[in-house]
């Protein structure tokens, strides 16, 4: 499949590469083609990788996946255009994070609403898909590696565009247990669960941990 990478950064890598050695085709984005990380990402990653802005990322993809910082995702999705990601699965792993005043960041948006339900908003004929937020990439794309099956999560508004990601997620990724949440409000949750994580990734000294949900 044809995929598209908007953001140049750790999460755009990581996914990008593992999209990649997975067989797919990936377009790495960014605000400006030949971006120095985005071309040393093809050249790392191979053939079927190459770059360009996020318009020509997501005009050659199939599916997109929002991996810019979450206080410019929309700025950023404005860029790429809805001529060029209409009627698309967007996967967007992005948290509103506002680091303007240090280290822990605060959301800049919460509570009554998220950046999944703002990006969806602006692009309505997007199926806007939240997902993989709530770990760090490296366990995104490889949660085998911890030392139990934990948990992840998708919301949005289009159920067929929910169980292509759960598909890429479980056969592609590794993930043994995804939960669906419902409808795009569901990222409030998610996006909420990041001052948690942040407190969590101080205390345990590492970002590669996650959360298992357990019952009765
Ligand atoms: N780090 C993790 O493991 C992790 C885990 C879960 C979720 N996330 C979320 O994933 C997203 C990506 O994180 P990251 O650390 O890989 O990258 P990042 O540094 O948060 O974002 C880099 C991307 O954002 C774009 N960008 C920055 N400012 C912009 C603006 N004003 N207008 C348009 N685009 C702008 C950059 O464009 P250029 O390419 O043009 O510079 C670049 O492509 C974030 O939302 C983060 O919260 C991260």
Redesign the pocket.
């Given at each position: 499949m044809k995929i598209a990478i908007?953001?140049?950064?750790?999460?755009?890598e990581t996914l990008g590469g593992k999209l990649v050695a997975l067989g797919h085709e990936v377009r790495m984005g960014?605000?400006?083609a030949n971006?120095e990380?985005?071309v040393a990402w093809t050249q790392k990653a191979g053939a079927r990788a190459s770059q360009g802005t996020f318009a020509d990322a997501a005009a050659f993809a199939e599916l997109v996946f929002n991996?810019?910082?979450?206080t410019?995702?929309l700025?950023?999705l404005k860029?790429t255009g809805a001529r060029n990601l209409n009627g698309k699965v967007l996967v967007d792993?992005?948290?509103p994070?506002d680091f303007s005043k240090g280290f822990p960041p605060t959301l800049s948006v919460s509570n009554t609403d998220s950046l999944g339900e703002q990006l969806q908003r602006a692009f309505p004929e997007v199926k806007v898909v939240k997902a993989?937020?709530?770990?760090?990439?490296t366990v995104?794309v490889n949660p085998g590696m911890l030392s139990a099956p934990t948990d992840t999560f998708v919301a949005g508004n289009d159920a067929g565009a929910k169980k292509q990601v759960t598909q890429l997620l479980t056969e592609g990724f590794g993930w043994k247990r995804v939960t669906d949440l419902g409808d795009i409000a569901a990222s409030r949750g998610l996006e909420m669960l990041l001052p948690l994580w942040l407190r969590l990734y101080q205390s345990q000294g590492t970002?590669e941990f996650n959360f298992q949900l357990v019952r009765a």
């Open positions: 908007l953001g140049t950064g750790m999460v755009g960014s605000r400006t971006n990380k985005a991996c810019t910082a979450g410019a995702s700025e950023a860029l792993v992005a948290n994070l993989l937020n709530t770990v760090t990439c995104m970002a």
